[in-house]
């Protein structure tokens, strides 16, 4: 995989979803789509296990240095990185079952993998909530709003499939099937 | 060969897992450090993120037309004016105190002065759950955290300034997250009259809800609140507060220089079934503070020594 690609649209999605994400929230909520969920999916349908999971943990913790809370300006490292690193893993292991190259596979892997990541941000920081009083959290409400933004990420997901299959070959991926018969083409 | 088969991605992702798990429970205190690592990610993000804002606010034009238009320019130069009025005449009611303290022998702090400046909103966090804006101004400028406030359009508060400013930026928490706490304000009658007093909690929708104090209050401007009873006119509650009435900073943890800023439109009240006494508001800014591009920032300007301002 060409590590410099990758970190190039990762900028760039990145910078889209902080410019956009609040314009597209439902009212003032969490109900947002995430973009930084369908790369890390499409590179986990595509590359090297290694590789899909240290760009899971990359973007994610991007995320959460770009996430500061509270009175205090605190900046917690780990909940998205870890998160995205749980949907990658997912997505690893049911990707054999998935015709890749659908937009629909991009759209519902999306949605489960944002699940997935979600579910473990919320209840890290539902855990500090009980002994750090540094920034407020309501576990349940956002719990539901994260849970409705996933649905939204699977849109997101299926647009942005459109945009990141035609760049297939730029990434480099490395197919496995390659190597089945013990030839490389 | 010893450093091939320690140093390789697989023990780097398992370390790198092990550390983020640690880090993601540590303490605020413990966990501090890792803020050093936030420039250089906001410094790759903000030149990125700026052209699609910038796009975007073409395409959604509702709040640079807002922003825009001799009508537009009236409203603020009204709002502006308003502002000067109430707080003059909150400083007269003070300077009438301060006088008779002074009678009383009793030393007072001089008024901080304030400089302006409008500077750019260079990101958002990442994470709605949080609403924090990094501001393209730090303490070169003379941002201070907690005494420095921005605010939108001269008169309406965004937030204040929070954690350790950076040379060059610093970050505003805007005052309807839910982590910036309850806020005291005064509704106003009209546009000079005091109206009750009241404590306002975030509720992380950009509303903010709480009950009007029913007793008249000593406001830290000096003036004082009207008791809810001679606000709703006597009993009357059709004549007291009502929807559309804006409320006010007064607010003792914020600045001097921040009270009478403006909070937002009551924009309902009600009387809770089980206490007929209590009533309850909720107040909602009139613009949407965590996505405005530019904001006012109100810093302490320092005086030297003899007093004259920069």
Same mark, same amino acid.
């Given at each position: 995989?060409?590590?410099?690609?990758?970190?190039?649209?990762?900028?760039?999605?990145?910078?889209?979803?902080?410019?956009?994400?609040?314009?597209?929230?439902?009212?003032?909520?969490?109900?947002?789509?995430?973009?930084?969920?369908?790369?890390?999916?499409?590179?986990?349908?595509?590359?090297?296990?290694?590789?899909?999971?240290?760009?899971?943990?990359?973007?994610?913790?991007?995320?959460?240095?770009?996430?500061?809370?509270?009175?205090?300006?605190?900046?917690?490292?780990?909940?998205?990185?870890?998160? %995205?690193?749980?949907?990658? %893993?997912?997505?690893?292991?049911?990707?054999?079952?998935? %015709?890749?190259?659908?937009?629909?596979?991009?759209?519902?892997?999306?949605?489960?993998?944002?699940?997935?990541?979600?579910?473990?941000?919320?209840?890290?920081?539902?855990?500090?909530?009980? %002994?750090?009083?540094?920034?407020?959290?309501?576990?349940?409400?956002?719990?539901?709003?994260?849970?409705?933004?996933?649905?939204?990420?699977?849109?997101?997901?299926?647009?942005?499939?459109?945009?990141?299959?035609?760049?297939?070959?730029?990434?480099?991926?490395?197919?496995?099937?390659?190597?089945?018969?013990?030839?490389?083409? | 060969?010893?450093?091939?088969?320690? !140093?390789?991605? &697989?023990?780097?992702?398992?370390?790198?897992?092990?550390?983020?798990?640690?880090?993601?429970?540590?303490? =605020?205190?413990?966990?501090?450090?890792?803020?050093?690592?936030?420039?250089?990610?906001?410094?790759?993000?903000?030149? !990125?993120?700026?052209?699609?804002?910038?796009?975007?606010?073409?395409?959604?034009?509702?709040?640079?037309?807002?922003?825009?238009? =001799?009508?537009?320019?009236?409203?603020?130069?009204?709002?502006?004016?308003?502002?000067?009025?109430?707080?003059?005449?909150?400083?007269?009611?003070?300077?009438?105190?301060? !006088?008779?303290?002074?009678?009383?022998?009793?030393?007072?702090?001089?008024?901080?002065?304030?400089?302006?400046?409008?500077?750019?909103? !260079?990101?958002?966090?990442?994470?709605?759950?949080?609403?924090?804006?990094?501001?393209?101004?730090?303490? &070169?400028?003379?941002?201070?955290?907690?005494?420095?406030?921005?605010?939108?359009?001269?008169?309406?508060?965004?937030?204040?300034?929070?954690?350790?400013?950076?040379?060059?930026?610093?970050? /505003?928490?805007?005052?309807?997250?839910?982590?910036?706490?309850?806020?005291?304000?005064?509704?106003?009658?009209?546009?000079?009259?005091?109206?009750?007093?009241?404590?306002?909690? =975030?509720?992380?929708?950009?509303?903010?809800?709480?009950?009007?104090?029913?007793?008249?209050?000593?406001?830290?401007?000096?003036?004082?609140?009207?008791?809810?009873?001679?606000?709703?006119?006597?009993?009357?509650?059709?004549?007291?507060?009502?929807?559309?009435?804006?409320?006010?900073?007064?607010?003792?943890?914020?600045?001097?220089?921040?009270?009478?800023?403006?909070?937002?439109?009551?924009?309902?009240?009600?009387?809770?079934?089980?206490?007929?006494?209590?009533?309850?508001?909720? /107040?909602?800014?009139?613009?949407?503070?965590? &996505?405005?591009?530019?904001?006012?920032?109100?810093?302490?300007?320092?005086?030297?020594?003899?007093?004259?301002?920069?």
């Amino acid at each position: 995989m060409r590590w410099t690609i990758l970190l190039l649209v990762a900028a760039v999605v990145l910078g889209l979803q902080q410019a956009v994400q609040a314009s597209l929230a439902v009212g003032q909520t969490s109900i947002a789509p995430s973009f930084a969920i369908p790369l890390v999916v499409f590179v986990a349908l595509f590359a090297s296990p290694m590789s899909a999971m240290w760009t899971a943990l990359l973007i994610g913790l991007a995320i959460d240095l770009a996430s500061p809370r509270g009175t205090g300006d605190l900046i917690v490292a780990g909940p998205n990185a870890l998160g %995205y690193l749980i949907g990658a %893993y997912f997505v690893l292991t049911v990707r054999a079952l998935m %015709y890749r190259r659908n937009p629909l596979t991009l759209m519902v892997l999306s949605i489960i993998a944002c699940m997935l990541a979600e579910v473990f941000v919320v209840a890290v920081h539902s855990i500090r909530a009980m %002994y750090s009083d540094a920034y407020a959290w309501s576990g349940l409400t956002q719990l539901g709003q994260r849970m409705l933004g996933a649905l939204y990420t699977g849109i997101a997901g299926l647009v942005m499939s459109f945009v990141l299959f035609p760049m297939i070959p730029l990434f480099g991926f490395h197919d496995p099937r390659e190597r089945r018969f013990g030839a490389r083409k | 060969m010893p450093r091939s088969r320690w !140093i390789n991605p &697989r023990i780097g992702l398992t370390a790198a897992i092990a550390a983020l798990g640690v880090l993601s429970f540590a303490p =605020p205190g413990a966990a501090g450090w890792v803020g050093a690592f936030r420039g250089p990610v906001r410094t790759v993000l903000a030149p !990125i993120a700026a052209p699609f804002a910038l796009l975007l606010g073409l395409v959604l034009r509702e709040e640079s037309i807002a922003a825009s238009g =001799p009508a537009q320019e009236a409203l603020t130069q009204r709002d502006g004016y308003l502002r000067e009025v109430n707080q003059l005449r909150a400083e007269n009611d003070d300077l009438r105190r301060v !006088i008779a303290d002074l009678q009383h022998g009793l030393d007072l702090n001089p008024n901080i002065p304030v400089r302006q400046f409008t500077a750019a909103v !260079i990101g958002s966090s990442l994470d709605l759950s949080s609403m924090m804006l990094s501001v393209r101004a730090g303490t &070169r400028e003379g941002v201070e955290p907690s005494a420095s406030v921005a605010v939108v359009r001269g008169v309406h508060l965004v937030g204040r300034v929070v954690g350790s400013p950076s040379p060059r930026t610093c970050s /505003v928490l805007p005052f309807t997250d839910r982590s910036a706490g309850s806020i005291n304000g005064v509704v106003m009658l009209d546009a000079t009259r005091f109206g009750p007093a009241c404590r306002l909690e =975030p509720q992380g929708d950009g509303t903010l809800t709480g009950r009007l104090r029913s007793e008249a209050v000593l406001l830290p401007t000096g003036a004082s609140s009207a008791a809810i009873d001679s606000a709703s006119g006597g009993g009357d509650a059709q004549a007291g507060v009502k929807p559309g009435m804006v409320v006010r900073l007064a607010d003792d943890s914020w600045p001097q220089s921040a009270q009478m800023l403006e909070l937002g439109v009551v924009e309902s009240v009600e009387t809770p079934a089980q206490d007929i006494r209590i009533r309850t508001l909720v /107040v909602r800014p009139k613009y949407r503070v965590e &996505r405005v591009s530019e904001v006012t920032l109100r810093v302490p300007a320092v005086r030297s020594s003899n007093g004259a301002q920069p």
